[in-house]
Each structure stands twice: as structure tokens, then as C-alpha cells.
């Protein structure tokens, strides 16, 4: 547990404003150690050079309770974090080494946007490493509705064409969490819908 809080803490510190010239940059560990006070840090910024040292206060780590779901299936895991660190709806989490989205935030017997991990009863998060995107494809006089397993990285362009399973289809519209696009396109993490068309000269069967 003791290498794994200082790793945290490297992380934390890694970026940091300058005493010196100011600027929000990496700065560079040069040397730590453990002292009465808290874990005292020699710093070198990566800007100007400047080198400091700080002391980090020992902050208590926690468990949380996290309903995970992935499909239609859920189930009660943990999240561990620094007793004073924000968490916030649509952080994205590692949960048993999965990257994962958080979806809710139970604090103090209430639905909250964020809060403290202290105060907090339970995080409601969903996987994240893959997700399921919807489809709707145009097939003339009907509509289907189809659904694809992507990275959230994944991009998706107005367009494209997509194998679904028994047809071909073509991208002419994607909606993302605040907008409609029609030219271009947008990360499978923040797209809503796609709406395609079939494409009937491909898809025809021999």
C-alpha cells in the first residue's frame, strides 16, 4: 500500500506551478523522502530549471463502493483514492485495471454532480475501455437499429462505410452529446447515434 500511495503522489506531482518562473509545467522528482512532517520532495522545473523542494502531508487513502456494469450486468467493486480528491460524473476511473467512466455519484444520501471521495457512499460507473455504439440505418421503407462494440478512442467519419452484419451501410449523420454533425466526424466516446444508409449495390447477394 506504501508504493502505491507514493505513486500516486508522483502523479500528483508531476505538474505543478513554478515558484519561480510561474508556469504550470511537468516538473522533475529529483529526490524524496519520508520526514515528520509529511514526504518532502526536491523538484526541478522542466521550464526554467529552478529547483525546490515541498512537503506533501500524508492524506489517508479509501475505499468506495462502485456498482460496475458493463451490458446489462452489474456488479459491486471498489475504487480507491485520497480521502480529499474531487470525483466528478464523467471522470474516467481505473477499476481493477479496467478504465471505466463514472455514470452517478451517491454523497450524503443524495444524487450529486461530484463531491469529495470521503463523502461519498457509492460511484455508479459503467466500462469504458469498450463501448457499445448505436446505429440506425435507413433501408428504404424501414428503419434498423444495430449495435457495434468500439474503443471509446475509435473515429468515426460522415462517409465511412460499416459492415453490420447482414448489410452495408454509409455514414450521412452523427449525433454526439451536444450537436448534430454532418461534415467530419467525432471519437466513439462522444457520439450518441450514428445514422447511416444502406447501401444496396454492395450489400446484393450473388
Not at 7 to 12: G, H, K, T
Not at 130 to 151: A, D, F, Q, W
Request: charge should be positive; include cysteine; proline fraction near 1%.
Amino acid at each position: 500500500m506504501q508504493k502505491f500511495k507514493i505513486n500516486l503522489e508522483f502523479q500528483r506531482l508531476m505538474k505543478r506551478i513554478c515558484p519561480n518562473c510561474g508556469k504550470d509545467v511537468k516538473q522533475e522528482i529529483v529526490a524524496f523522502r519520508e520526514t515528520k512532517r509529511g514526504m518532502e520532495y526536491t523538484l526541478k522545473c522542466k521550464n526554467c530549471g529552478y529547483t525546490y523542494k515541498i512537503i506533501e502531508r500524508e492524506e489517508k487513502m479509501i475505499d468506495i463502493k462502485v456498482v460496475w456494469s458493463w451490458h446489462e450486468n452489474s456488479e459491486i467493486k471498489k475504487f480507491t483514492a485520497f480521502e480529499d480528491d474531487m470525483i466528478a460524473v464523467g471522470d474516467e476511473i481505473n477499476i481493477n485495471g479496467i478504465n471505466s467512466l463514472v455514470t452517478a455519484i451517491d454523497a450524503h444520501g443524495k444524487r450529486v454532480k461530484e463531491a469529495k471521495a470521503k463523502d461519498i457512499d457509492t460511484l455508479w460507473a459503467k466500462r469504458f475501455d469498450r463501448i457499445i455504439l448505436k446505429i440506425s440505418v435507413n433501408r428504404g421503407n424501414r428503419t434498423s437499429s444495430y449495435e457495434i462494440e468500439v474503443t471509446p478512442d475509435e473515429e468515426f467519419y460522415v462517409g465511412d462505410m460499416l459492415d453490420l452484419e447482414d448489410i452495408h451501410a454509409v455514414i450521412h449523420k452523427i449525433k454526439t452529446e451536444d450537436r448534430f454533425v454532418n461534415r467530419g466526424g467525432a471519437q466513439a466516446r462522444n457520439i450518441v447515434r450514428i445514422y447511416a444508409k444502406e447501401i444496396r449495390e454492395v450489400g446484393r447477394k450473388h
